[in-house]
C-alpha cells in the first residue's frame, strides 16, 4: 500500500494563475481530509470529502477554493486566481471513517509558492 | 475558540538529557489529544494519543484536564528524535483536527 500520495511535491505558480493540488487516499479509505499549512503555522482544516460529497468545508476560503473527489480518480484542490499568499503546504490525508479512532493517513504534502 | 499552544518553537538538548515538548490547549469540552511527529523529508505521522496511554518510542504523554496541558516527554533523548513536533486536538471523536504551531527538536550528540 503506497499510503496517501500527493502531487506535485512543489508546485510554483505566477500571480494570477491557477493551482491544481491532487491526492490519491489510501486504499480503502474513503475520506479525505485537506490542510493548509502557513509558514511559521500549524496545519488548519480547510475541507472533508467523502467519494462525490463535500461533507464540511468550514475551514476553506469563500472565494478562489474548491475541492472534489469524484466517483474516479484522486481528490483535487483548486485554487483559481493565486496570490502570494496562497503560498504553503497543503496536506492531504485520509480515514477509512469518519471518526479519528484509527487516526488519519497524512501524504508528504504539496509545497505551492506563489511567484 | 479552541487553541492549541505549543511556546517553545525550537528546544535543543543533548543526547542523553530528559526532553518535555510542552503543549496547552483550551477547549471546555472533552478532548482527544493527539501527537504528531514529522521527521526530515518525511509525512506527518501519528505518534501517540491520549486514549491510548501507550508509550512509543520512549515517548509519553498524560492529559492534565486542570492545568489544560498534554506534555510530551522523554527520559533520554537520542539523536534520531530530532524532528518537528506537533500537538493536536480534536473535539470529541471528530475528524477534525487543530494543531499547534509545531516544536523544533534537536537532539545534539
Known amino acids: 500500500n503506497a499510503g496517501v500520495m500527493q502531487n506535485p511535491r512543489h508546485l510554483v505558480r505566477r500571480r494570477g494563475q491557477e493551482a491544481r493540488l491532487r491526492c490519491s487516499p489510501m486504499?480503502?479509505?474513503?475520506?479525505v481530509y485537506w490542510y493548509r499549512q502557513l509558514p511559521e503555522e500549524g496545519l488548519k482544516f480547510m475541507v472533508y470529502l467523502q467519494k462525490e460529497n463535500i461533507i464540511d468545508e468550514s475551514g476553506m476560503p469563500k472565494e478562489r477554493f474548491s475541492a472534489e473527489f469524484p466517483k474516479e480518480g484522486p481528490s483535487i484542490l483548486r485554487i483559481q486566481q493565486v496570490v502570494r499568499g496562497d503560498s504553503a503546504a497543503y496536506f492531504c490525508a485520509s480515514s477509512p471513517l469518519r471518526e479519528l479512532d484509527y487516526g488519519y493517513t497524512f501524504g508528504s504534502g504539496t509545497r505551492l509558492t506563489v511567484v | 475558540a479552541q487553541r492549541v499552544t505549543q511556546p517553545e518553537k525550537l528546544l535543543s538538548v543533548f543526547k542523553g538529557a530528559p526532553v518535555e515538548l510542552k503543549c496547552n490547549y483550551s477547549?471546555?469540552?472533552?478532548?482527544?489529544l493527539f501527537w504528531y511527529v514529522q521527521y526530515s523529508r518525511q509525512r506527518l505521522q501519528l505518534l501517540l494519543r491520549h486514549i491510548s496511554r501507550e508509550s512509543i518510542k520512549g515517548f509519553t504523554a498524560d492529559l492534565n484536564k486542570g492545568e489544560t496541558s498534554f506534555h510530551l516527554k522523554k527520559p533520554f533523548a537520542q539523536e534520531e528524535d530530532s524532528a518537528m513536533y506537533y500537538c493536536a486536538l480534536s473535539e470529541g471523536r471528530s475528524y477534525k483536527l487543530i494543531f499547534g504551531s509545531g516544536t523544533r527538536l534537536l537532539v545534539r550528540p
Open positions: 486504499k480503502g479509505h474513503s475520506h
Open positions: 477547549y471546555s469540552g472533552s478532548p482527544e
